[in-house]
């Protein structure tokens, strides 16, 4: 079965850069779409980024382009999201998700698998 584990969250300042690692198992990892969500407390999880099966094609949410980037390593199973200048509203549950589809996608909907999720917090 596919598996997701997020790591690298933690807390920050404003203006700090985090990493967030996604390790994936269960299948082949270059044929699928991987996303990034985040949920902060009494909000909808919302999309923060996409990226292709072949990395090739990434689309961002808009508070966010320029900001963070999203990233993939086939051979290690692995994607990632580097968070430059983090703000306090970046502060949320991140979780990583697995379509079963090679294209980008906003939807929450459209994603099969998701991780368990890591915290990040960044303090004013």
């Known amino acids: 079965q596919v598996q997701l584990v997020e790591s690298g969250g933690g807390l920050v300042q404003a203006g700090d850069s985090l990493r967030l690692s996604c390790a994936a198992s269960?299948?082949?990892?270059?044929?699928?779409?991987m996303g990034w969500f985040r949920q902060a407390p009494g909000k909808d999880r919302e999309f923060v980024a996409s990226i292709s099966g072949s990395g090739g094609a990434t689309d961002y949410e808009e508070s966010v382009k320029g900001r963070f980037i999203i990233s993939r390593d086939n051979a290690k199973n692995s994607v990632y999201l580097q968070m430059n200048n983090l703000q306090p509203d970046d502060t949320a549950l991140y979780y990583c998700a697995q379509r079963s589809s090679q294209f980008v996608f906003r939807s929450k909907g459209g994603y099969d698998y998701w991780g368990q999720g890591t915290q990040v917090t960044v303090s004013s």
């Open positions: 269960g299948r082949t990892f270059k044929h699928y779409a």
